[in-house]
T-cell receptor
Framework: AQSVTQPDIHITVSEGASLELRCNYSYGATPYLFWYVQSPGQGLQLLLK??????LVQGIKGFEAEFKRSQSSFNLRKPSVHWSDAAEYFCAASGGYQKVTFGIGTKLQVIP | DVKVTQSSRYLVKRTGEKVFLECVQDMDHENMFWYRQDPGLGLRLIYFSYDVKMKEKGDIPEGYSVSREKKERFSLILESASTNQTSMYLC????????????FGPGTRLTVT
């Protein structure tokens, strides 16, 4: 069955520290991959997406993600976290016909 | 900018009531989706629609129905609300058949008492 796994439910980082959020997928073929962010009380906003080509993808708000086929991973990174990055982050994948599978989300807490 | 709006941000209903959640998008998107979001479960697809009057079941359609009479509007219906349908409901849309980037509304937090 198709699945997206985010192994970390909650992560706390200090402001200014680097961040890496993990995501693994299980699909028959390489799916389209996404990272979304959800601020409290809001809908989801797309941070970045990978369809093909360069495996390092740049997104909005200074985020990037790296696709690693050998590890079935698509980890999200940011070199220096800001307090406004505190939110919930969802990894998602799609293999076809619009259906998107979401991970359970990782809540990011940023401490001063 | 793409805009997806949902009729209510917060809704409180009683068990057994019929509940309508409305979603409107203003960018002429063909595809629309309803998800529910629960802590520890992420987003789960309830129904989606790829055209007017067309609908497809998602992963958890039981207890829900949908209606799409106009391209811009997609309604989620709880025929007889139950407490286990207390959740955050998110609507999303996409512009074309093979575009998987979804645009989300702000969500409706539904409480069934």
């Amino acid at each position: 069955a198709q699945s997206v796994t985010q192994p970390d439910i909650h992560i706390t980082v200090s402001e200014g520290a680097s961040l890496e959020l993990r995501c693994n997928y299980s699909y028959g073929a390489t799916p389209y991959l996404f990272w979304y962010v959800q601020s409290p009380g809001q809908g989801l906003q797309l941070l970045l997406k990978y369809f093909s080509g360069d495996t390092l993808v740049q997104g909005i708000k200074g985020f990037e993600a790296e696709f690693k086929r050998s590890q079935s991973s698509f980890n999200l990174r940011k070199p220096s976290v800001h307090w406004s990055d505190a939110a919930e982050y969802f990894c998602a994948a799609s293999g076809g016909y619009q259906k998107v599978t979401f991970g359970i989300g990782t809540k990011l807490q940023v401490i001063p | 900018d793409v805009k997806v709006t949902q009729s209510s941000r917060y809704l409180v209903k009683r068990t057994g009531e019929k509940v309508f959640l409305e979603c409107v998008q203003d960018m002429d998107h063909e595809n629309m989706f309803w998800y529910r979001q629960d802590p520890g479960l992420g987003l789960r697809l309830i129904y989606f629609s790829y055209d007017v009057k067309m609908k497809e079941k998602g992963d958890i359609p039981e207890g829900y129905s949908v209606s799409r009479e106009k391209k811009e509007r997609f309604s989620l219906i709880l025929e007889s609300a139950s407490t286990n349908q207390t959740s955050m409901y998110l609507c999303a849309s996409t512009p074309a058949l093979h575009t998987y980037e979804q645009y989300f509304g702000p969500g409706t937090r539904l409480t069934v008492t």
